[in-house]
């Protein structure tokens, strides 16, 4: 059974950063892409970021590209996603997902992700 368990969320000043944690089990790791959504109440869950199984190729919305920053641990079955410069429009759940296809046109979609994380709650005061 695939577990996804992310951490790392709270509450931080604009212009903060914070660094989130997915620990996966149940899979085997190295073989999923990976990824960080995000939602607010009210609106779709959008993507954030995603880093590829092989090669570790990385993927940015346009919203944080320069910002926050995805890798991956495969030796500790975890990735990460260092947010910097934060502000309030970055206040979300966010999400950790995993994927076993990697076809890139879809990669920024959460079709292609079959396991999600329970989401840890991410909240800038401005």
């Known amino acids: 059974q695939v577990q996804l368990v992310e951490s790392g969320g709270g509450l931080v000043q604009a212009g903060g950063s914070l660094r989130l944690s997915c620990a996966a089990s149940?899979?085997?790791?190295?073989?999923?892409?990976m990824g960080w959504f995000r939602q607010v109440p009210g609106k779709e869950r959008e993507f954030v970021a995603a880093?590829?199984?092989?090669?570790?190729?990385?993927f940015y919305a346009d919203s944080v590209k320069g910002r926050f920053t995805i890798s991956r641990d495969n030796t500790k079955n975890t990735i990460y996603l260092q947010m910097n410069n934060l502000n309030h429009e970055d206040t979300a759940v966010y999400f950790c997902?995993?994927?076993?296809?990697?076809?890139?046109?879809?990669?920024?979609?959460?079709?292609?992700?079959?396991?999600w994380g329970q989401g840890t709650q991410v909240t800038v005061s401005s």
């Open positions: 149940g899979l085997t790791f190295s073989r999923y892409t």
């Open positions: 880093i590829r199984r092989f090669g570790g190729n990385t």
């Open positions: 997902a995993a994927s076993s296809s990697e076809i890139l046109t879809t990669i920024r979609t959460m079709s292609p992700y079959k396991n």
